[in-house]
């Protein structure tokens, strides 16, 4: 199992730094249209006929992020004001959240719901792993180890289904935010083949990221049969 994790760690850490690099590039090849990360978002937003979403600027790098709970487009300083490949692939890709939200897309409103549940479920695997490793004696003297498996098992079988259900909602928002880039004149033919390639390494973070969740509970199902 080990061995397996530091696959996927290392595999995620190939696909993130493939990603910053092809982001890197491309925010330094300006857009045919000129606008800002900005404007794009506002634009997209305008032609879907969606107000009620506020673009604003948080701060960090690849911070952005669409928040359905307070409808907020939030771009980072260098997609918010950048007039690059780059910018316009990441303003419109969060959009394209926007867009599934006033739409109801049932899967980000599944995945919205399924919040709540991933934040508990990390709290547990975080207190069993502390508890297991500096009270492991008197920690199985209140619970049994299978109870300890089963619980984990549920906590993993909850982390997992979220990072599966993000998989088409983001693979969605890019497919909306592509469309919309061609069909608005934003991007041209060979800066639109880019956006489309730097979108596609961003989603593979999200793979990367549920085939490891996968891996994980399927090791702690493994475990918890092994001990039957």
Known sequence: MIVILIVFMLAGFLVQARLKSKFNAYSKIPIASGLSGKEV?????????????????????????????DKTVNLSPEVYGGRSISAAAVASHECGHAV?????????GLRSKMVPAVNISNKVINVLFIAMIFGAFMFESFISIDAIIITLIVAQGAITAFTLVTLPVE??????????LRTAHITGQEEHAKAEEALKWAARTYLVAALAAVTTLAYYIMMLLGRD
Request: no cysteine; net charge neutral; aromatic share 12%.
């Open 41 to 69: 978002a506002e634009k997209m937003l305008a032609d879907y006929g969606i107000t009620s979403v506020t673009v604003q600027s948080v701060p960090g790098k690849l911070t952005d992020h669409y928040n359905p709970a």
């Open 100 to 108: 599934q939200h006033a739409t109801a897309y049932k899967w980000l």
């Open 171 to 180: 693979y969605d928002a890019s497919n909306r935010a592509l469309a919309w």
